[in-house]
């Protein structure tokens, strides 16, 4: 009863109208901002939060939140619409988004992304106002060992992304956790595979990876196929909605994808590209539908929209309440709760109930304002796809280019991207997935480092991993994922082999 009535008390801190205003007026900026490519939660809470230093605390927290899930929904319209990642974890949702958007079911695609996202928004909320103490302390029982393993998972499950087979989908992940080594090396401080070029010091940045892969590679190919002829798919605008067995596939994904978003935003250093990567390899493990996904499934659009939104509340438990950000965004965040004096840690929510049960309220008011404000122009942004070819690719060219130059303001960067988009259109005439690619890519650096403390903390003993309880439980998960893979390869093959035999007799 006590989450009950701290919970309305936290309702009528955010229906009070200036809060309800910022409220709004952090969504609305967040989505606008988020479906420009390339730029970001952590560039539009940048934006905003000059603003944020003349308002009440709680005011400024819920203003912040909105932009920041707002940016992260308003990343899947430029996915699904243009193949474009708006955020790098809504890179996931080109997968399936974009072949509907082919298919000329774009608007039922951005009707699922919003469902999705909601739904993924309450559940997260409701982890947050339930569980936050007791995850917090499961994040604080997380050493280097937990999250090396944990990692390991991820990159198992990531090849199960790929369409073209295990192999290339584990080929995928050792190419970007290959990619991922390019830099300084952290801990010694030597250069690696920079090949000489200056500008590859800090490595290269997941925006320029993303665009290019998804976003540049879509467009060679779409420019390919326009010139020979094939034209764009027609938009059936009479079906905007969901059917009612679309609905009954997505409950599952959407509750699936919440719960996994959930526990990975809790975790620091993880966040939503994770989540959502980890949620979609997992759906398609289970789904009855996995042969669908890649072709268009509306499960993998739901999936990870729920899982980035889920893991995008839960984001702010380590934040708050152990002032550990997850993310540069989240660090943005304890910044400007530190320059209205409030120092984030265990005594938050006893010291600043208010402000703590105003900002989990808020995620529920502002993903219903989410779903008020966005459904309705789900005809507006379907109607992006009819406009002229000559206007479209150079319009989508100058956008990638914007949003890869502001990163270091650096032209090198755009010529990177340009490789990157080539790259991207010989895997897809080769059938190699860049999805793996791209997971490989984000965890790869965090696994090295967690790898490089456990083996420190251990004095170079490897049985650390599997000695520590949850490490171990994670480890063996792992294994039967493997075991599992090549028993049903192996499976496969048997039946291909006995079906050709009965075929030729």
């Known amino acids: 009863m006590e989450i009950f009535s701290s919970f309305a008390s936290g309702l009528l801190t955010v229906l009070h109208p200036a809060n309800l205003l910022y409220c709004f007026v952090g969504v609305f900026l967040g989505t606008f901002i988020g479906v420009l490519p390339g730029i970001g939660s952590m560039a539009a809470i940048a934006m905003i939060l000059p603003l944020s230093f003349y308002l009440d605390p709680s005011t400024a927290i819920i203003m912040i939140a909105g932009v920041y899930y707002g940016a992260e929904y308003g990343g899947s319209i430029a996915s699904i619409l243009m193949n474009i990642p708006g955020t790098p974890s809504s ?38 106002a339930v569980l936050s103490p ?13 999250y090396f393993s944990v990692i390991l998972l991820g990159l198992i499950a990531a090849s199960a992304v790929s369409n073209g087979g295990a192999l290339k989908g584990i080929a995928m992940v050792i190419a970007g956790l290959m990619l991922a080594t390019v830099g300084v090396d952290l801990t010694t401080g030597d250069l690696r595979f920079t090949m000489g070029v200056p500008e590859l010091r800090d490595g290269v940045n997941l925006v320029i990876v993303a665009m290019g892969l998804f976003g540049v590679g879509e467009l060679i190919a779409s420019i390919r196929a326009n010139s020979s002829g094939q034209g764009r798919q027609s938009i059936d605008y009479a079906r905007f909605y969901p059917t009612k067995s679309e609905w009954r596939a997505c409950l599952g994904p959407i509750l699936r994808g919440g719960g996994i978003g959930s526990f990975f935003g809790a975790l620091p250093g ?9 949620a979609y390899a997992v759906e398609k493990k289970v789904s009855p539908n996995r042969a669908k996904f890649g072709k268009g499934a509306v499960e993998g659009v739901a999936v990870p929209e729920s899982a980035n939104n889920s893991a995008t509340q839960t984001a702010f438990i380590p934040t708050l309440t152990l002032g550990v950000p997850g993310s540069a965004s989240m660090a943005m965040v304890i910044g400007a709760l530190m320059i209205h004096g409030i120092t984030p840690g265990p005594r938050l929510l006893a010291d600043h109930s208010e402000l703590f049960w105003g900002l989990v309220a808020s995620f529920l008011i502002g993903n219903i304002l989410l779903l008020i404000l966005n459904i309705p122009l789900i005809g507006l942004w379907v109607r992006l796809l009819q406009i002229p070819y000559k206007y479209m690719y150079p319009t989508i060219i100058v956008l990638i280019c914007i949003g890869v130059y502001s990163l270091n303001n650096n032209v090198f960067d755009i010529w990177l991207t340009l490789v990157f988009g080539v790259a991207g259109y010989l895997m897809r005439l080769f059938r190699f997935e860049p999805a793996p690619l791209l997971i490989g890519f984000v ?16 004095r170079g003993d490897p049985m650390v991993f599997i000695e520590r309880p949850i490490s171990g ?10 075991v599992y893979g090549i028993w049903s390869t192996l499976r496969a093959r048997r039946q291909a082999r006995g079906a050709a035999l009965a075929a030729t007799e």
Do not use: K, W
């Open 270 to 278: 993880t966040g939503q590209t994770v989540a959502s990567a980890v």
């Open 134 to 146: 007791g995850l917090a302390q499961l994040a604080l029982s997380f050493g280097p060992a937990e």
């Open 443 to 458: 965890l790869g650096p965090m696994m090295e480092e967690q790898l490089r403390r456990a083996l420190l903390l251990s």
């Open 91 to 128: 890179s996931i949702t080109c997968l399936d988004g974009y072949p509907m958007a082919r298919n000329g079911r774009a608007g039922v695609a951005l009707f699922i992304s919003a469902i999705g996202s909601f739904g993924g928004g309450i559940i997260g909320m409701v982890v947050m």
């Open 473 to 482: 439980t994670l480890i063996a998960i792992t294994a039967g994922i493997l």
